[in-house]
């Protein structure tokens, strides 16, 4: 992402000021003065998938954890942190939605990079049961 918006290494909180600080875990938005009005009106729209597209989507952030397709509004980011390639999505009665601007999402759906770390998602299944059990809240997970 740093390089993707030409952040300087030694700088990584500027990134704050890209798309990427408008989608921060925990509802809260980050952006340069002139995208203030857009955020404080909480603009947003869906850009529908088609189960087609949804797979080509999935195959890309593998490959490429900062990809995005195209036809969303261009000035949305996504924070998901961690290491592993994912995407937050929406699911509607119509199918599945990229959600932008202030539209929430419903699921993040994870790509695991067999080639690079075979057991990712197994690790994140036994983390999040773990924390479970000690009496944490923890998302459903499929």
């Known amino acids: 992402m740093r390089v993707r ?3 300087h290494k030694s700088r990584p ?4 000021g890209t798309p990427i600080g408008e ?6 938005q980050f952006g340069p003065p002139d995208r203030t009005d857009d955020l404080l009106a909480g603009r947003g729209g869906l850009h529908l998938l088609n189960d087609d597209q ?22 949305g980011g996504s924070s998901l942190a961690g290491m ?3 995407i937050a999505l929406r699911r509607t009665p119509s199918g599945w939605v990229l959600p932008w601007g202030a539209e929430p999402t419903s699921h993040i759906i994870k790509i695991t990079r067999q080639e ?5 998602a197994l690790m994140e299944h036994v ?3 773990t ?3 000690l009496g944490l809240r923890v998302p459903r997970r499929a």
């Open 54 to 75: 949804v797979v080509e989507c999935l195959g890309e952030i593998r490959r490429d954890p900062a990809y995005r397709p195209g036809g969303y509004d261009p000035a």
């Open 131 to 133: 924390a479970r059990r």
């Open 5 to 7: 918006y030409g952040i």
């Open 84 to 86: 592993q390639p994912k």
């Open 116 to 120: 690079l770390h075979q057991h990712e």
């Open 13 to 16: 909180l500027d990134l704050l």
């Open 127 to 129: 983390t999040m049961a």
């Open 23 to 28: 989608d921060c875990a925990g509802a809260v």
